[in-house]
């Protein structure tokens, strides 16, 4: 078998905070990618806003890519998201692919690789929005976000969400609905509050219900903080509706 490249101007970081199977499965799909490369893992470290600095800060490569230990990637997906800003013009600050969502079962945005030498000019603030408001200040240093269009098959770079539980199911979509309040973005994310009300009554499903009561909670809870949520403590409404309804 031909060694496979070593692409020592690319540096990967890992972000976790203890959901396993994600994890191992997200480490598993990394030691097979088509090309190695430097590997560093942010563990326990949150809010996200700060584990994201720690890649700006820890980071001495031109590119680094952001995988949350949620994201399955394909065995391309390192090389192709390197070669792709590789091309790009000097002022692209991050190029962004897609994944497959397998909860949302559409494509979203996404993994993503950054020129290091630009984005660590443009630290991360602890707020709800930390990322939209990091390239917001790029894009007023006069730097650009590129993207692969959602459509484009060749920018789908891997799976998301795979291994959900109730718990982590529950959290995603109460955070999704929050942030679609207090932000008015995330457009996408409304019909869901129906859709996944549907699903659970069409599959009975225990993680379902979860998913369902997620975006309840998201939609009629009191908004959090303007802050990045820390995924390491326990979520109070889900430990009362579990009470209610055991995710087991």
Request: aromatic fraction near 10%; charged fraction near 25%.
């Amino acid at each position: 078998m031909p060694s496979r490249e070593y692409l020592a101007d690319t540096t990967v970081f890992v972000t976790t905070v203890g959901d396993d199977t994600n994890f191992q499965d997200c480490l598993e799909k990394l030691r097979t990618q088509t090309v190695r490369f430097p590997l560093v893992i942010i563990d326990h470290v949150a809010p996200m806003a700060a584990a994201f600095q720690q890649m700006q800060d820890r980071c001495r490569t031109t590119w680094y890519v952001q995988v949350d230990e949620d994201m399955i990637l394909y065995p391309h997906a390192i090389a192709e998201l390197r070669r792709r800003i590789s091309a790009t013009p000097s002022n692209v600050a991050i190029y962004c692919a897609s994944l497959w969502d397998c909860d949302a079962e559409m494509r979203l945005y996404g993994v993503k690789i950054y020129r290091g030498d630009v984005v660590r000019r443009f630290p991360y603030t602890n707020s709800m929005s930390c990322e939209s408001e990091q390239v917001e200040s790029m894009k007023a240093g006069g730097y650009i976000v590129e993207a692969a269009p959602l459509e484009e098959d060749g920018g789908c770079l891997g799976e998301h969400g795979k291994h959900y539980t109730p718990e982590t199911i529950f959290k995603r979509w109460q955070r999704l609905f929050q942030k679609h309040r207090a932000l008015r973005k995330n457009h996408w994310v409304r019909p869901y509050a129906k859709s996944l009300m549907e699903r659970y009554a069409r599959t009975g499903s225990r993680l379902h219900l979860y998913a369902a009561l997620g975006a309840i909670a998201g939609i009629a809870g009191e908004l959090p903080p303007d802050e990045e949520v820390d995924f390491r403590k326990a979520n109070e409404v889900f430990e009362r509706l579990a009470g209610l309804f055991p995710p087991d």
